[in-house]
T-cell receptor, first 112, second 117 residues
Framework: GQQLNQSPQSMFIQEGEDVSMNCTSSSIFNTWLWYKQEPGEGPVLLIALYKAGELTSNGRLTAQFGITRKDSFLNISASIPSDVGIYFCAGRIPPNDYKLSFGAGTTVTVRA | GAVVSQHPSRVICKSGTSVKIECRSLDFQATTMFWYRQFPKQSLMLMATSNEGSKATYEQGVEKDKFLINHASLTLSTLTVTSAHPEDSSFYIC?????????????FGPGTRLTVL
């Protein structure tokens, strides 16, 4: 079953705002991934993190791999309407590096 | 990134029939593919791991005789829902694992919406 706690569950944000969401785990992960899913589609990879402490950006998105290897956050800066969707964190638990465990998701709705 | 397709995108079937869903990696070879199930407003739950040329590995609680998986080539895995019932209605998503350069990582298909009447 899932071992990730993702929060918040949902958020309404004003266009232009910066927002943040995070995931925590009771287990150590060796990889953290952040995906975005739009209705009726599969998840799309946004950012992949491979080392504790790593901070990576992809456009307006920034994510960090916590130094304890048990947490990660995703920031979206200057929100725009197309940021609407569900954001999932996912982690790979050693020693099985191929299987992913997913968080419950954060639903983002942008107010124009 | 790499492209993964699924077919069909939507299917409606009668209770008791079987439905086959295809997952293809279009521009890379995938020795490993994964099948997930997602209920409305919920996260993705891994059902099974499919390895080319060998039997699939099912997660706890997933009936292997109910959800038949075949990974006959490096670019194709199929999931067959046998004797489908309304409780099998869900969004089924596959992912394929690439290992080389820009194609390394796990890439998801667009999903298949199954409705069992």
């Amino acid at each position: 079953g899932q071992q990730l706690n993702q929060s918040p569950q949902s958020m309404f944000i004003q266009e232009g705002e910066d927002v943040s969401m995070n995931c925590t785990s009771s287990s150590i992960f060796n990889t953290w991934l952040w995906y975005k899913q739009e209705p009726g589609e599969g998840p799309v990879l946004l950012i992949a993190l491979y080392k504790a402490g790593e901070l990576t950006s992809n456009g307006r998105l920034t994510a960090q791999f916590g130094i304890t290897r048990k947490d990660s956050f995703l920031n979206i800066s200057a929100s725009i309407p197309s940021d609407v969707g569900i954001y999932f964190c996912a982690g790979r638990i050693p020693p099985n590096d191929y299987k992913l465990s997913f968080g419950a998701g954060t639903t983002v709705t942008v107010r124009a | 990134g790499a492209v993964v397709s699924q077919h069909p995108s939507r299917v409606i079937c009668k209770s008791g029939t079987s439905v086959k869903i295809e997952c293809r990696s279009l521009d890379f070879q995938a020795t490993t593919m994964f099948w997930y199930r997602q209920f409305p407003k919920q996260s993705l739950m891994l059902m099974a791991t499919s390895n080319e040329g060998s039997k699939a590995t099912y997660e706890q609680g997933v009936e292997k005789d109910k959800f038949l998986i075949n990974h006959a080539s490096l670019t194709l895995s199929t999931l067959t829902v046998t004797s489908a019932h309304p409780e099998d209605s869900s969004f089924y998503i596959c992912s394929a694992r690439g290992e080389t350069g820009l194609k390394s990582g796990q890439f998801f298909g667009p999903g298949t919406r199954l409705t069992v009447l």
